[in-house]
Structure formats: C-alpha cells, structure tokens
C-alpha cells in the first residue's frame, strides 16, 4: 500500500522568509495530492490540490510542486508570518479515499 | 453555508456509557467521513458514507456504530469504550466518493472523546 512521508516533524522558519514542506510516497503516483492546515484542535482545512499532469499550482502565498519522477511534493509559502504556523498535512488518494501524511509542525520566528 | 458541525465539542464518559457523536453539513455533499485523530498524529479514516450508505468500514471495532439518517447528517454511536479509544473524532463531507481523491473534504471542528 501507499506509504506518505512528510521528512520534518518539525520545521523552524524566520518570519519574512520562505518555509519549504516536503511530501515523499512510495508506491505508484496518485492522480491528485492536497495539502491541508490543521492548527492545534481543530479539524484539516484544504489549501491546495495539485494533479499529476500539473507540475506547480499556486494560490496567494502558496505554491505547490509535484514531482512524479521524484515522487514527491514541495509546498512554499512566501514571505511567512506567524500566522502560518500550524501542522500542514499532504494527502493522497487510495482506493476511493485519501490518506494522510504525519505532518509538518511548522514555526514561524518573529 | 460551507460548514460541517460537530456536537459535543467535547465528551466525557466511562466504559460503560452509551453516547453518540453527531454531524452536520448543508452542502449538498453526499460523501460523509469520519476519523479518529491521536496527539501528534494524521487523521485516520473509520467510515465512509456514500448517498447515505456505508461504503467503507476500516476494521473499526464494534464498540464503533456509524449512521447516516439522511443526506446531511451523520452519527457515531459509542458503546464500552476503552480508554485508548481517547482522541479528537473528526467528520468530514466531500461533493461524492467517486471523486473524492480531488474534491476537498471539509472537516468539522471535531469532538474531543476521553474515556475514563
């Protein structure tokens, strides 16, 4: 079965400058990858979903990449506040549901 | 209104409790989901509903009773829970399951369960 690794569990980040998340999965590329937010007790919300056909998708501050020879996806965001900081979730789909990575905790330094 | 409720925010209750959890949308979403999610953990899924059908049951326990009245609403019935059956119990709903790997699922706020 499909396996998601999101590399950092936790990521430190200098206001103002660019975060950098990494998604990795292991067996066949999905046709779709998403990225949700989830701050501390609350449910996911949507960001982004990005297909296989599409390389980069961008939406204000985010970006998102996908790398199907490499297996994986990067999501940017641009001139970060500490507003961002929060787990940021990448999600596959698998037999007509997705499945989740551990997360990123990422940390936006004033 | 793009919303999914969730009540209660939170429970508590002992093993040998009944209670249920319940969901809401108003979208017109006719897939309905619902995780548990441990401390530091991702989301895992427990049950999906299809046009109010179950359409997948990953192995969840028995102790574990899903229900779909109707298009928007969606329960979970708990009966002898064990403590580690502790966690934030998300649903969620998507436009259908058919294509649900690129809709977005809408999650509700969650219900913090502690069993005692």
């Known amino acids: 079965s499909q396996k998601i690794e999101q590399n950092s569990e936790a990521l430190n980040i200098q206001e103002g400058k660019t975060a950098t998340l990494t998604c990795n999965y292991t067996?066949?590329?999905?046709?779709?990858l998403q990225w949700y937010r989830q701050d501390p007790g609350r449910g996911p919300v949507f960001l982004l979903l990005?297909?296989?056909?599409?390389k980069e998708k961008r939406k204000e501050r985010l970006k998102v990449t996908f790398d199907t020879t490499l297996k994986q996806s990067l999501f940017h965001i641009t001139a970060s506040q500490p507003a961002d900081s929060a787990t940021y979730l990448c999600?596959?789909?698998?037999?007509?549901?997705?499945?989740f990575g551990k997360g990123t905790r990422l940390h936006i330094l004033p | 209104d793009t919303e999914v409720t969730q009540t209660p925010k939170h429970l508590v209750m002992g093993m040998t409790n009944k209670k249920s959890l319940k969901c809401e949308q108003h979208?017109?979403?006719?897939?309905m989901y619902w995780y548990k999610q441990k401390a530091k953990k991702p989301p895992e899924l427990m049950f999906v509903?299809?046009?109010?059908?179950?359409?997948i049951n990953e192995s969840v326990p028995s102790r574990f009773s899903p229900e779909c009245p109707n298009s928007s609403l969606l329960n979970l019935h708990l009966h002898a829970l064990q403590p580690e059956d502790s966690a934030l119990y998300l649903c969620?709903?998507?436009?259908?399951?058919?294509?649900?790997?690129?809709?977005?699922?809408?999650f509700g706020p969650g219900t913090r369960l502690t069993v005692l």
């Open positions: 969620a709903s998507s436009r259908n399951l058919a294509e649900s790997s690129y809709n977005e699922q809408f």
């Open positions: 067996n066949y590329s999905p046709a779709y």
């Open positions: 990005i297909r296989e056909n599409e």
């Open positions: 999600a596959l789909d698998q037999d007509d549901k997705i499945i």
């Open positions: 979208m017109g979403h006719r897939a």
């Open positions: 509903y299809s046009y109010e059908k179950l359409s």
